[in-house]
């Protein structure tokens, strides 16, 4: 690729319906099929070496739990140690590529992820991480097709900016965006494959190399989009595959010297373990490492009297329980004024009643499985003990049955008190807590909303009173990072709403946006001087 080529300007992946007799409906249920009929083998890769350590974990479906996906290989403490020097070797050459040609290989992975992949990369997503078909189009295809796409023409936009050289100033200026100098941590969750191939893939437009830790839980979809990188001509070292015991991984990259940044997401806690194990080692890396985090969030929908009751209903319902409620964006907690509640309450009811919970391979199913045991051992606790608290009131579902797979029927919880536990804490599966609050205290309730959570991630206000939309603007304006009028806190799309919170929920750095690709660069100024000067002195030194 010839380093002056213009990069071409990105355009969000139309996302496809898998309507009945559509070709793409046809292809993921082969897809679908293939990948279910068989047991891979995922291997450790560093340096482009794959590596089987014969310390396996299984990779299982959450809906139906028996059945074993893959078998997955752990790293131990000489794999981790192998793929920091693999990370630092691949540095020397890939940190000194031009943008245009470390461009051309994401750009490449966007298209075969368009096209030959899309079916494979969805299929596992739907399998692995049970997922519904479009749940998984628009995370595993569309999402990461944007980030690759956007991320570059970020890039460029970076690259362009460029200091003042004085017109016959007799200096030339520039700013040289290297790459970090050391290594990149990608922690990568198990509910969105797109956040996956991000949080490598971004450092590494920008001349990174990475060590890659993907979830246990998304490993098996994670596996193709990095063997993806691969057909798109990634070369060996740049991104290093390295599941295993997440503690052992942590202890050995953050005690590393050339540790140069961490690409999380994941927990709060998780978060700031990290941030704190840093801190402790700030003294002996070879530079201060960044930290860009996207963790935790308590999600809120707050309704005035003027709201579209259908169009509240269905902000609730999509924005609740669409992937069982574990994006990190979900509505988990709702706030309803009390002349709305009646009629909402029906439509809300309505609608949940007819939304059936199963396997994603059945196309009318419109929830899968929570993802593992933990996660539904969890949730089941909490709504096992709203069930017996006298301040609270299960409306629907609450039913939880794990025979087969993990399974958590949409659950709405009214409460009495704002305050109550689950209006505040992080359950992160598909349960709503409901708040009915008197009409008269709008503004009161505002302040609610913005002081009850520690989370800032993302919010939704329903009114179509314009008076009413300005004072929740106003009053929740650091309640949420992403902020939502008349629409559900779910969706955020590559290039429209760059996507990140703060307070608790991370460092809104904003992925999807050049506010994260920024971060993995490290300018340095050049200036050449045409004409230097030939003698120390200065005018003023003349003597009258």
């Not at 991000?198 to 490993?219: D, E, Q, R, S």
């Not at 700031?272 to 801190?279: E, F, G, I, P, R």
């Not at 707050?302 to 509240?312: F, K, N, P, Q, W």
């Not at 199913?365 to 993802?371: D, K, S, T």
Request: charged share 20%; hydrophobic share 40%; glycine share 8%.
């Amino acid at each position: 690729m010839n380093s002056t080529a213009k990069i071409p300007a990105p355009v969000n992946e139309p996302i496809l319906s898998y309507a009945p007799g559509t070709r793409e409906r046809g292809e993921l249920k082969q897809a679908l099929k293939d990948l279910s009929g068989r047991q891979i083998e995922i291997p450790i890769v560093i340096g482009g070496r794959e590596i089987r350590t014969g310390r396996t974990a299984d990779a299982v479906m959450p809906h139906r739990h028996r059945h074993i996906l893959a078998k997955v290989h752990q790293a131990g403490p000489e794999e981790v140690q192998g793929a920091i020097a693999a990370a630092r070797e691949a540095w020397h050459d890939w940190s000194r590529r031009s943008l245009a040609e470390r461009a051309a290989v994401f750009l490449k992975a966007a298209d075969l992820l368009a096209t030959r992949w899309r079916a494979m990369v969805n299929g596992a997503t739907m399998l692995g991480q049970s997922k519904t078909a479009f749940q998984a189009e628009i995370d595993a295809a569309c999402e990461l097709i944007d980030f690759w796409r956007f991320n570059v023409h970020y890039a460029d936009r970076i690259h362009a900016d460029q200091p003042i050289s004085p017109t016959g100033g007799g200096t030339w200026n520039a700013l040289d965006y290297r790459g970090l100098e050391g290594f990149v941590y990608a922690i990568t969750p198990f509910n969105f494959t797109s956040i996956g191939g991000n949080l490598p893939t971004a450092p590494a437009i920008m001349g990174c190399t990475v060590v890659w830790k993907p979830a246990a839980t998304a490993v098996y979809s994670n596996y193709l989009v990095f063997r993806v990188l691969q057909e798109a001509g990634l070369p060996p070292g740049v991104v290093n595959f390295v599941p295993g015991p997440a503690t052992l991984i942590s202890e050995r990259l953050l005690g590393d010297r050339h540790l140069g940044g961490i690409h999380f997401t994941g927990s709060t806690e998780v978060f700031q373990t990290l941030w704190k194990q840093v801190a402790t080692n700030l003294t002996g890396y070879a530079d201060y490492p960044r930290l860009v985090g996207e963790t935790g969030g308590k999600d809120f929908i707050i309704a005035h009297a003027s709201a579209d009751v259908d169009a509240l209903a269905t902000g609730i319902v999509r924005g609740a329980f669409e992937y069982q409620g574990q994006k990190c964006s979900a509505a988990s907690r709702a706030y309803v004024p009390d002349s709305l509640w009646s009629k909402l309450r029906e439509r809300v009811l309505g609608m949940l009643a007819n939304v059936r919970v199963g396997d994603p391979a059945d196309f009318s199913n419109f929830m899968g499985a929570v993802i593992d045991r933990k996660a539904f051992d969890k949730i089941k606790q909490y709504i096992d003990r709203a069930k017996t608290d006298a301040k609270v009131k299960v409306l629907v579902g609450g039913d939880c049955d794990d025979r087969e797979g993990y399974f958590v029927q949409p659950t709405v919880i009214q409460v009495d008190d704002p305050a109550y536990r689950t209006m505040s804490e992080e359950i992160f599966g598909p349960v709503l807590s409901l708040y009915v609050y008197p009409d008269s205290k709008w503004k009161d309730t505002l302040a609610l909303v913005d002081r009850t959570s520690p989370y800032a991630l993302t919010g939704g206000v329903f009114a179509q009173d314009r008076a009413a939309l300005a004072e929740a603007d106003t009053a929740l304006r650091y309640a949420a990072g992403n902020f939502y009028m008349n629409d559900k806190p779910t969706g955020a799309v590559v290039g429209q709403q760059p996507f990140g919170g703060a307070r608790a929920s991370g460092t809104n750095d904003k992925a999807g946006s050049l506010l994260n690709l920024i971060r993995w660069t490290s300018a340095r100024a050049v200036k050449e001087n045409f004409v230097p000067p030939r003698e120390p002195w200065y005018p003023y030194m003349v003597e009258d």
